[in-house]
């Protein structure tokens, strides 16, 4: 996949101000778990928070979503990874890391919380 398509993606849904951007893509050949965190200010905000504060509709949030897995999942099937991070900040600067190490029965709370501590520095 081109790495610049979830930029386009996930573009549309970032507030003005928005300084830095974490995607968590977790997904397999039947579905799919994302999330973000946008750092606006010096403070990430979860994406579900933009709703209340930025009026970003869940219907969008939805559509964006099911765009990214639609273009995410060939790759993640022919490269096997369990979580990718996409990590992109307001210059266009971005890169992304994957983990293919943690089985997915193991990608729990306690998981997404290491991912935080790790990303959302």
Do not use: C, H
């Not at 930029?7 to 951007?21: H, M, Q, R, S, T």
């Not at 579900?48 to 009026?55: H, P, S, V």
């Not at 369990?82 to 943690?102: L, P």
């Amino acid at each position: 996949m081109e790495f610049k398509k979830i930029a386009e993606i996930l573009g549309p849904l970032l507030p003005k101000g928005w300084e830095d951007v974490r995607l968590y893509a977790q997904l397999d050949k039947s579905s799919y778990e994302y999330f973000f965190y946008v750092k606006i200010d010096g403070e990430y905000i979860q994406n579900f928070e933009l709703e209340k504060l930025y009026k970003i509709s869940r219907k969008e949030m939805r559509s964006s979503f099911k765009n990214l897995y639609a273009n995410m999942k060939d790759f993640q099937i022919s490269d096997n990874w369990k979580v990718a991070t996409f990590s992109m900040d307001s210059k266009g600067d971005f890169k992304i890391t994957y983990d293919y190490d943690t089985p997915t029965e193991l990608i729990n709370i306690e998981y997404k919380n290491k991912w935080k501590t790790k990303y959302l520095k």
